[in-house]
């Protein structure tokens, strides 16, 4: 009988071998046992029994779930490399890299789950006798046809969808999945605008490149017109036949890039983000896999998204965070493109008005090809930055006097002005007035939170939540008072400075809804509203021709930050906040409201712009021997006790110092994490630095057995983060 190796998602670095009556082809999925559990893998070979497998009393596979495979050679190979590069078990990286309901073991199919009106609901509908707004908005979405069950789940709560089919008013129906196999014989449904001489040339460095692989790093300036740039490239791409595949960083900028292509193409367009349905997803899925797409947007994951026809691999934003996994396989959405693109022969484009310190030292090294947009798209000017020092200037709603009087001229105009502050809720903290003390969350030891919506308290660090108390917990005392500003705090107090004025919020309370976001967003548009107030949500890409001013408030803590990528993603931030401002024909300035007005950073921004700053910044990593010139790598522990995970630490600094010098590698740690103490567990981290990748990974591959041998290795929660982005 054959025997077959599985890749199983268990945290072991092994597949595991079976019997099988006939040959399994490679890249099909099995359940197999494993223990007292039956668990779905994917088979990674599949050979003749020989001598040594006659003896061993292999299990055999329960079940074959595919005809044939569905992993290609090239999503074969990012799994191997993912595994390898990772140091992580390759049964979870097939895990990961499988939509959930396959991963679940469920069949293929080209159904969907959908809802349906019925003609009890129609009639009520027509006179109006369905109670509830959310209700009535919900049953009207039905009156032209079915409608999918995770657009409807993207738009309204589980609780209304129930009382619709409580009521009989609508049904639940299977459709199934409109595709466009004839999409490559599209016709452009709008003229695309006169590219200017920057991005004529971009286009045509593309384009000359070919169908060969190729790594291009756009470094625009923000509104210099890098979609403009992806639109026309992404044209004979379609013509040829080939899909594309695009990754943007945030799910909020997906219904506007979608938008965009869709209109420019007239094809569909498909669109992969976690606020869909699991159905949703694999129905994507199959389309792409089947040449079914020709454009495929999505986040993070999407990234695994299979092509029959691969012709091209965009990463929008490509500086962004989010594109980092932070748990289970921690691998990086832009350097896992980067290896898709090169095994699969296509064009790969890296796109940010505020490229990361990497890919940029790529360019400057010529490893990727450099294409610079320095103007903005349409003559609009660049946004002029300005510095407002507040020491010793009495705030209203935290903002200075002269501030507001400037806000106060840009609204009169008929203007929005963009108000930043990256601190949700009302208050950091609240306090004793009496004996000073604070309102902690015992779990982390950190203040809680006020959030004065809910009339609690909460922790943004573990979650945790709890009712406002009505006296202090060390002295007793009533004088309870909140310290600090929050975006609520400051949309209250905006209120009452400029009562005329439209405002809105936005940060992950205010826009918590289904569709919530991109709602708000079409209003801000619209023109419904003046005054936006938010977090780093307003900075990802948006799109605000109306906005005029953008103001950051209280960003000095990011100047003194112990990462010592703060600066650079602080400069990113104020980068992607001031490209907000002045979009189309109005002139836009931004005013950071600092007390640090002379600090070096600052200054550099405001006097020199990003791509300076970027450059100085590199060569400050390079004296001090920091990645992109060295390569580095994170074992994180955490346990209930901190004497039990620095202790196990210890041991692990010990395993790897037996052989850094064969190496040339330098450890430090145990360093507690930025943030110490979450969900009552005690957070560490020794970090592995070499000056050369392979060193660092033959390091790694040399001590990690060793650490997982070590006693405490059991009773510890460790990680390993290859390449981190941050030490929180």
Known sequence: MPVVDVAVPVPLKQSFSYRHHTPVQIGVRVQVPFGNRTLIGVVLNCAEDDATNAELALKPVTDVLDDVPLFDATLITLVNWLAKYYHHPIGEVWATLMPVRLRKGMPLTDKLDAFAITESGRDALEQSLVKGKKQQQCLAMFAEGTVEEGEIKQLFTPAVVKALLEKALIHPVQITQQSQPDWASYSLQETPPFASREQAVAIAAINQAGAAFRTFLIEGVTGSGKTEVYLQVIAPVLKANRQVLILVPEIGLTPQTVGRFERRFGVKVGVLHSQMSDLARLQVWQ???????????????????????????????????????????????????????????????????????????????GRYIHLQLSERAGGASHTQLKVLDSRDQPLQAGIAAGLLGIMRSHLQQGNQVLVFLNRRGYAPAVLCHHCGQTVDCKSCDRPYTFHKSQARLQCHHCGASKRMPTQCGACHSTSLQTSGIGTEQLEQGLGELFPDVKQVRIDSDAVRGKGALVARLDEINARKYQLLVGTQILSKGHHFPHVTLVVVLDCDGALFSADFRAPEKFAQLITQLAGRAGRATKPGEMVIQTDNPGHPLLQDLIQNGFAHFARHALHERKMANLPPYSAQAVIRAEANTAQQVHTFLQQVKQVFAVSSNQFGGYLAGPLPCLIEKRQGRFRFMVLLQCTQRVALHAWITSSLRDVQGLPLANRVRWSLDIDPVDFS
């Open 287 to 365: 389309q792409s896999r089947r040449g079914e797409l020709g454009i495929v947007i999505g986040t993070r994951s999407a990234i695994f998204t299979p092509m029959a026809r691969p012709g091209m691999i965009i990463v929008d934003e490509e500086h962004d965070e989010s594109f980092k996994q932070q748990d289970g396989l921690r691998y990086h959405a832009r350097d896992l493109a980067v290896k898709r693109a090169q095994t699969e022969q296509v064009p790969l484009l890296l796109g940010s008005a505020t490229p990361s310190l990497e890919s940029l030292n790529n360019a400057l090294a």
